[in-house]
């Protein structure tokens, strides 16, 4: 079975850090581009970052660039977020998607649409 499990949510003051995790279970992510997604109430789902399969390539949302950083650590069939200087407006859902495809990953790396499979999900709150 296809899993993809995200961990690592929680509270968070401003100014915070928190280190996200998607790990994989019945296929290895090695093979496929990981994305980083987020959902807060009322808003659109919106790409936060992707790490591709091929070379590694790293893509960031500009609202949290030089504050995230994608990585993937082989061994453990795991991508991470990790996420420093948080503040409120990174308080959402967090949701971690696989794509089979690196194609036109530099272009439509946070198109949701372009992912085969998706997690349930982690809250991530950032409050004082």
């Known amino acids: 079975q296809v899993q993809l499990v995200e961990s690592g949510g929680g509270l968070v003051q401003p100014g915070g850090s928190l280190r996200l995790s998607c790990a994989a279970s019945g296929f290895t992510l090695d093979y496929y581009a990981i994305g980083w997604f987020r959902q807060a109430p009322g808003k659109e789902r919106e790409g936060v970052s992707c790490i591709s399969t091929s070379d590694g390539s790293t893509y960031y949302a500009d609202s949290v660039k030089g504050r995230f950083t994608i990585s993937r650590d082989y061994a453990k069939n795991t991508v991470y977020l990790q996420m420093n200087s948080l503040k409120p407006e990174d308080t959402a859902v967090y949701y971690c998607?696989?794509?089979?495809?690196?194609?036109?990953?530099?272009?439509?790396?946070?198109?949701?649409?372009?992912?085969?499979?998706w997690g349930q999900g982690t809250q991530v709150t950032v409050s004082s």
């Open positions: 998607a696989a794509d089979q495809s690196d194609y036109g990953l530099g272009t439509t790396w946070n198109r949701g649409i372009r992912y085969n499979y």
